[in-house]
């Protein structure tokens, strides 16, 4: 039977596994976000290995208008029966916070975590990234490819002057310290990311839900990652006209009332 064009029937959430992790002991359901479009290579792994991750979970995969195999695999992985997965679909692509807010609006665990589908995130970082949250010290999470201490591949340069820069105009505008506001990863409470009145469409999703978790005056932490990055051969989708859009958002976000 074929399902419905925006949206999959799925299975129950997962279980948490044996183990130790703090989200395992707390028995809290992590939602974990994952925009996709056009990634077919990766994706199927992607959600195998955040599925091996010991807490109880959701995962909430939105493909945003996929043009190659993305809708077809995620289909059969839902017949398949995976524990806790949700497929939601855009009908054309319409950018990665549009499919990221769907996703969040969507949601329903205590704390969601968004997951890149293309694995320049490594899903075995997520209990590190979870853990401020579930110890009660944080709010909001980002993880940081620039503190170091974890497997990192070298950055294009450009990107790692823009961020550089885009992470500086962050903190000198919002009177705070984190050092990589680009980052794809970033956890929250669950009540706190669906509260905020979020509206980008594009890559402006960092620099937007970034200025307005500061204008709440939440506790944020930043915990180290690992980095695979791609190359634009490989499928890098963000350039430097998105540089310029987190600018005026971070601008904008700051001044207006």
Known sequence: MSTPPDAVAVAPAADAA???????????????????????????????????????????????????????????????????????????????????????????????????????????????????ILEGHADVVFGTRLRGGQPQRAHLFWHYVGNRFLSLLTNVLYNTTISDMEVGYKAFRGDLIRSLPLEAEGFGFEPEVTAKVLREKVRLYEVPISYYGRTYEEGKKITWRDGITATRLLFRYRFRG
């Open 18 to 132: 044996d183990g130790s992790a703090p989200a395992q002991q707390s028995g809290e359901l992590v939602s974990v976000l994952i925009p996709a479009f056009n990634e077919e290579s990766t994706l199927e792994e992607v959600i195998r290995r955040v599925g091996e991750q010991s807490f109880p979970m959701e995962l909430v995969v939105v493909d945003d208008g996929s043009q190659d195999g993305s809708a077809a695999l995620l289909e059969r992985l839902v017949q398949a029966g995976t524990p806790g997965l949700r497929v939601f679909r855009q009908p054309v692509n319409r950018g990665k916070g549009a499919a990221i807010r769907r996703a969040i609006a969507e949601s329903r665990g205590t704390i969601v975590v968004i997951q890149d589908a293309d694995l320049e995130y490594d899903p075995s970082d997520l209990p590190r990234l979870l853990a401020p």
